[in-house]
Each structure stands twice: as structure tokens, then as C-alpha cells.
């Protein structure tokens, strides 16, 4: 059995000019009479990832993916003027708007399922199924996970951690968050590229069960651009608690309690909680949860490419079975 779907080629492509001086970059793929599913990808910053339409069966989606504010071929890049989570709700609304579409999927990993989810609190009626990966819920407890001196991702890699924080007194969220924020400005570009890929690296050490060789180590030569837009965008929306109440996820989740989701989580997943998931999936009655043993938070691990293959799979039937 393939691991995932066949790559397709763009049909459409362009660009969708906001109010306040942002070009996003946006595609279309697939089926143009296809079930329409809106991709929304990780960091905040990460960009469209190559293979990201590969889990989506292009007989039967119209696969839809833009690059947020600040990374990929968004302009401007790095900008982290008018870049809030609020933003960037606005955008998919935008988005969607401009394309015509009436109701889609919200397919999101990490960021992209924060995204998909206040976005669906928002817009319910805009939402006809979800497929989320490695939910983040934006709370404290979810950066103190990620960041904190006393969070998971800090108990199981200490050594790398080490090198995380080092050169700041009594670490927390707050104070790395600052220290970073302060360093990605500094004018020297070689402090300031190292500050960036050290945040780089946190982050792609904690990302998979196992790493591929050469992955990981601070003499590896990562893009310049990627390091930038993930660290700083990152930072900047970790700084700021995500720009939302601290649980207003799961303090709202009955707005989209009648909309049919899978949620899929690797149990050791460092970056995400798998707690948030399954706390998440507990209070909303039409949502599944899918735990992946031996996988952590990345896509690129076979587990999770699978389980997000047959989610959509089973989506596409689910909604085409219902279908007036």
C-alpha cells in the first residue's frame, strides 16, 4: 500500500491582497468539482510543505492551501506587523470568500489545527468535516509544555534544552520568549541567524520519534528564509499567548459539537500535548481521536502520514454519503 496519495499539479494559483498590505500566496488543486478542503499549515510561520497535497485523494477534493502572513511567498515576509491569530482568521474568511465556496474541510496540523478550530468556532455553518493533527490549544499549559523549564518537551531532551536556553537567567515561557524576541532583531546577522536557527532546532529535535541522520545537529545547513519566518512568527505569537483567552478553545468547543472530526495525535508527541487532544475530543460528541503509537508530531513519520491518508479518505465518504 502507498504511503500517500499521488502528488498533483496546481491548476490555480495566485495571490489575494488584504486591506492592510499583505499579499497571500494561495493554490488550488485536484478535483475542480471536488469536495473543497482548505489546508492550513503549522509553525505559526512554517509555510506549505512539498508534499502537503499528498494527503488528500485529488479524484475527490479541491485541495486549497494559502501561506499565512509573514512566511512562504507571502508578502511582506517576516512581517509581523497586523499579525495576530485574529489576522489570520480574517484571511481564511477572506480566502474562502474569494473562491466562492459556501462550506469546505478544515484539514490543519499543529497551528493549522488551531487555526481550523477558531476558525470553525467562528464559522460553523462555513464547516462541513475536520481533520486535525497534532492539536495545540494555545493555553498555558501548552507553551509551558513546549517551552517551560518544567514541561515535557524540557524533562525528556534536558541536553538539548541546555543548549536552548542558554545565556538566560531563570527561565520561563515569558523570559525565552523575550530573550529570543530580543535576539532575531540584534543587527549583527551572525548573532542573529544563530539565535534563529538555535530556535529552529528546539523545534526540529522535538518533532519525530527519530530523527534522520544529520537532522538535528547545529552543523546542519537549514534555509535561511525557513528558520526565519518559523522562529520569528513562532516567538511572536508564543510571546503574545497566541492572541486568544487562555481556554477559549475548550470553552467554546460546543459551538462545533455537531461537526464530524478526526483527531489524530502521535502519543509522544513533544511539541502538543496529547492531553489537549484528548481533552479536546472528550467534550465534543461527533469527533474521533486517533492515537499513533511510536510516532511524535510530524507528518513526515509513516504512522501519521497513514492515519491522516484514511481520515480523509473517510471523510470524502462520509460527506458523499450525506450528500442532498
Known amino acids: 500500500m502507498k504511503?500517500?496519495?499521488?502528488?498533483?499539479s496546481s491548476y490555480m494559483n495566485g495571490y489575494l491582497d488584504t486591506e492592510d498590505?499583505?499579499?497571500l500566496y494561495y493554490e488550488q488543486s485536484g478535483a475542480p468539482d471536488g469536495i473543497p478542503v482548505l489546508y492550513l499549515h503549522g509553525g505559526p510561520g512554517a509555510g506549505l510543505s512539498p508534499n502537503y497535497k499528498s494527503f488528500f485523494d485529488a479524484n475527490r477534493y479541491r485541495i486549497i492551501a494559502f501561506e499565512q502572513r509573514g512566511c512562504g511567498r507571502s508578502q511582506?515576509?517576516?512581517s509581523l506587523t497586523n499579525n495576530t491569530t485574529a489576522h489570520s482568521l480574517e484571511d481564511i474568511q477572506r480566502l474562502r470568500q474569494h473562491l466562492g465556496i459556501e462550506q469546505w474541510v478544515l484539514f490543519g496540523g499543529s497551528w493549522g489545527a488551531t487555526l481550523a478550530l477558531l476558525s470553525a468556532i467562528q464559522h460553523p455553518h462555513t464547516v462541513r468535516g475536520m481533520v486535525l493533527r497534532g492539536v495545540f490549544l494555545g493555553r498555558q499549559e501548552d507553551r509551558e509544555w513546549f517551552l517551560g523549564p518544567n514541561g515535557g518537551a524540557a524533562h525528556m531532551f534536558p541536553e538539548y534544552y541546555r543548549q536552548f536556553i542558554q545565556g538566560i537567567?531563570?527561565?520561563?515561557?515569558d523570559s525565552i520568549c523575550q530573550h529570543y524576541h530580543n535576539a532575531f532583531r540584534q543587527k549583527c546577522e551572525l548573532s542573529r541567524v544563530a539565535a534563529l536557527k538555535r530556535w529552529y532546532l528546539w523545534e526540529e529535535r522535538l518533532s519525530r520519534l527519530v530523527l534522520p541522520p544529520g537532522t538535528g545537529e547545529f552543523t546542519a545547513h537549514y534555509p535561511v528564509p525557513l528558520m526565519t519566518s518559523l522562529a520569528k512568527l513562532e516567538c511572536h505569537y508564543l510571546i503574545n499567548r497566541c492572541f486568544i483567552e487562555n481556554n477559549y478553545i475548550?470553552?467554546?468547543?460546543h459551538r462545533i459539537a455537531t461537526i464530524p472530526a478526526t483527531v489524530i495525535h502521535g502519543r509522544y508527541d513533544m511539541i502538543c500535548k496529547l492531553e489537549g487532544a484528548d481533552t479536546l475530543v472528550r467534550g465534543w460528541p461527533a469527533a474521533q481521536l486517533q492515537i499513533v503509537a511510536d510516532c511524535g508530531h510530524s507528518t513526515s513519520e509513516p504512522g501519521i502520514a497513514h492515519a491522516l491518508c484514511r481520515a480523509t479518505r473517510d471523510m470524502a465518504r462520509f460527506i458523499e454519503e450525506n450528500s442532498t
Open 3 to 8: 504511503r500517500l496519495y499521488p502528488d498533483t
Open 21 to 23: 498590505g499583505y499579499s
Open 76 to 78: 511582506p515576509f517576516g
Open 169 to 173: 537567567d531563570s527561565p520561563s515561557v
Open 250 to 253: 475548550l470553552d467554546n468547543i
